[in-house]
């Protein structure tokens, strides 16, 4: 259903929406939640639990202001959250349900970065192969293109060195973020500015981060899940781009065994699987491939 959705559209567009996963489908759901979004978490016991409460209580953090954290959700947590199209057509085939919205935006499908990211990976894997640094700067190249504005936060806080006295009052301040002890008498205090430069299109920004998202768990509620032994492999820690998965398979085989040991659709595992995954028989040129997935360590 989705791949008919992208294919047939010529526009994509973000809307605002407060929704939830029907309770029926939590068992499905639950091992990785699909809604990462970062939240305003009070910082109280029933909110964040037993021993992370007491924690912070043991080493004198302060529990007074809520705090923002990256997580993953079931729901919009009564919020109105913006997500894009393809983000939203995923959660739609996965039982989601939109209560109301606020807003959507249409935007023009194109690709006028494909040349131009096409390009640039292949010189990447040409340094990759020549062992040069290179490699490094073209990375850096790609990354910086895709809404690198979006993704740094350093310009949304400044941080000032303060003593005792200033850190009191900064701390009173309505756009006050955190605070680090230096030293005795000094202070690291960082303050949300009233403006930000941002180079990159909102757009641009809200497209790149989501279409990752939909990419990573498309590959893991329409591949993993339809085809290997969900008892026998769990998900360890969790990233917008990463994943770690500790896998229960074959005692006899090495580490490098991957999912054979745990396939229980063999026909549609040998089908799909290097649609997202590196074919061992092919170069480095398929392994580095555009909305695959790389294997760093086993």
């Known amino acids: 259903?989705?791949?008919?959705?992208?294919?047939?559209?010529?526009?994509?567009?973000?809307?605002?929406?407060?929704?939830?996963?029907?309770?029926?489908?939590?068992?499905?759901?639950?091992a990785l939640p699909p809604i990462f979004r970062n939240i305003e978490i009070e910082n109280k016991e029933e909110v964040i639990g037993e021993y992370m409460y007491s924690q912070a209580q043991k080493h004198s953090l302060p529990m007074t202001k809520n705090d923002r954290k990256l997580t993953t959700l079931l729901d919009t947590n009564g919020q109105f959250m913006v997500f894009n199209n393809y983000y939203l057509w995923l959660f739609?085939?996965?039982?989601?349900?939109?209560?109301?919205?606020?807003?959507?935006?249409?935007?023009?499908?194109?690709?006028?970065?494909?040349?131009?990211?096409?390009?640039?990976m292949n010189l990447r894997i040409q340094a990759i192969l020549a062992g040069s640094t290179k490699e490094k700067f073209y990375k850096l190249i790609i990354i910086a293109?895709?809404?690198?504005?979006?993704?740094?936060?350093?310009?949304?806080?400044?941080?000032?060195?303060?003593?005792?006295?200033?850190?009191?009052?900064?701390?009173?301040?309505?756009?006050?973020?955190?605070?680090?002890?230096?030293?005795?008498?000094?202070?690291?205090?960082?303050?949300?500015?009233?403006?930000?430069?941002?180079?990159?299109?909102?757009?641009?920004?809200v497209f790149t981060l989501d279409n990752a998202k939909y990419q990573y768990l498309n590959y893991i509620y329409n591949f993993m899940y339809k085809c290997l032994d969900r008892q026998r492999f769990h998900f360890v820690l969790a990233d917008t781009d990463s994943i770690y998965k500790a896998i229960a398979g074959d005692r006899a085989k090495d580490c490098h065994q991957q999912f054979e040991s745990i396939v229980t659709y063999k026909q549609f595992y040998d089908q799909h699987v290097y649609q997202?995954?590196?074919?061992?028989?092919?170069?480095?040129?398929?392994?580095?491939?555009?909305?695959?997935?790389?294997?760093?360590n086993e």
């Open 1 to 30: 259903m989705i791949k008919n959705c992208i294919d047939q559209r010529k526009e994509i567009f973000v809307a605002k929406v407060k929704s939830y996963f029907a309770k029926s489908e939590y068992n499905n759901l639950l």
């Open 92 to 120: 739609i085939d996965l039982g989601y349900i939109i209560t109301d919205y606020k807003a959507i935006t249409v935007f023009e499908k194109n690709t006028a970065y494909e040349p131009f990211v096409g390009t640039t």
């Open 145 to 205: 293109s895709y809404g690198y504005d979006t993704l740094n936060t350093e310009k949304f806080g400044k941080i000032k060195m303060l003593d005792k006295a200033d850190t009191f009052i900064a701390q009173h301040h309505p756009n006050h973020i955190g605070t680090r002890r230096i030293s005795a008498s000094t202070f690291a205090v960082q303050i949300k500015p009233k403006t930000a430069t941002c180079f990159k299109s909102i757009q641009s920004g």
């Open 276 to 296: 997202y995954l590196p074919d061992p028989n092919k170069d480095i040129y398929d392994y580095k491939k555009i909305l695959r997935f790389g294997i760093e």
